[in-house]
């Protein structure tokens, strides 16, 4: 089945621990994204990578790293620096930049800092 | 990037065609405009997308005046799997999507 994966569905951390998240996409996608979502609201970018080996901030990257050093794997990193990291995580990908084309998510990682 | 504008949330009876209309007053001449549908704790999925005039595929339509200020994702005969945030996205080149709240839409039997 081609798709997005991320692990795991579910995450628990203590403050001031760093946390990884993981992202996976077997549908040999160039762009992938990393978005937030609190309660109640709509998803705000976080960072975006349109190619391997090079990615963007977003409009909310501060307290939050990302790498990109193969095509299907795009994690994500909340820092202790990030001061209200509970949040719903999504990750998706899409085959290009160009318009038209469709950005596909994946199930979600719900993060809880206790 | 183009901001849109929703209602925040509507109500509907199981058989009736919904119709969510959304503003995109900004929207630039390459812009496409796409719909995503979220469930609760899941990721959003998409429906439709459009350029002009009318888009249909197997689950909405997509209706889009001349100007293209505003558009309008229409869900004939919705039942109650339909109950979920509707998102309206205008789409530019270079991959940005910029994600508003969004339709609350609540579907009574």
């Known amino acids: 089945d081609g798709g997005i994966t991320q692990s795991p569905k579910y995450l628990f951390r203590k403050e001031g621990q760093n946390v990884t998240l993981s992202c996976e996409q077997n549908?040999?996608?160039?762009?992938m994204y990393w978005y937030r979502q609190d309660p109640g609201q709509g998803l705000r970018l976080i960072y975006y990578?349109?190619?391997?080996?090079?990615?963007q901030k977003g409009d909310i990257a501060e307290g939050y790293s990302v790498s990109r050093e193969k095509k299907e794997s795009f994690p994500l990193t909340v820092t202790s620096a990030q001061k209200n990291p509970t949040a719903f995580y999504l990750c998706a990908s899409r085959s290009g930049t160009s318009v038209g084309d469709t950005q596909y998510f994946g199930p979600g990682t719900r993060l809880t800092v206790l | 990037l183009a901001k849109t504008t929703q209602p925040i949330s509507m109500d509907s009876y199981e058989g009736q065609e919904v119709n969510i209309t959304c503003s995109h007053n900004n929207i630039a001449t390459n812009d496409y405009i796409t719909w995503y549908q979220q469930f609760p704790s899941q990721g959003p999925r998409f429906i439709i997308q459009g350029y002009k005039t009318k888009v249909t595929n197997e689950v909405a339509s997509l209706f889009i005046p001349a100007d293209r200020k505003s558009s309008t994702l229409s869900l004939p005969r919705v039942s109650l799997s339909d109950t979920a945030v509707y998102y309206c996205?205008?789409?530019?080149?270079?991959?940005?999507?910029?994600f508003g709240q969004g339709t609350e839409l609540s579907v009574k039997p």
């Open positions: 990578s349109q190619i391997v080996n090079d990615f």
């Open positions: 549908l040999n996608h160039d762009a």
């Open positions: 996205l205008v789409d530019r080149r270079g991959g940005k999507l910029i």
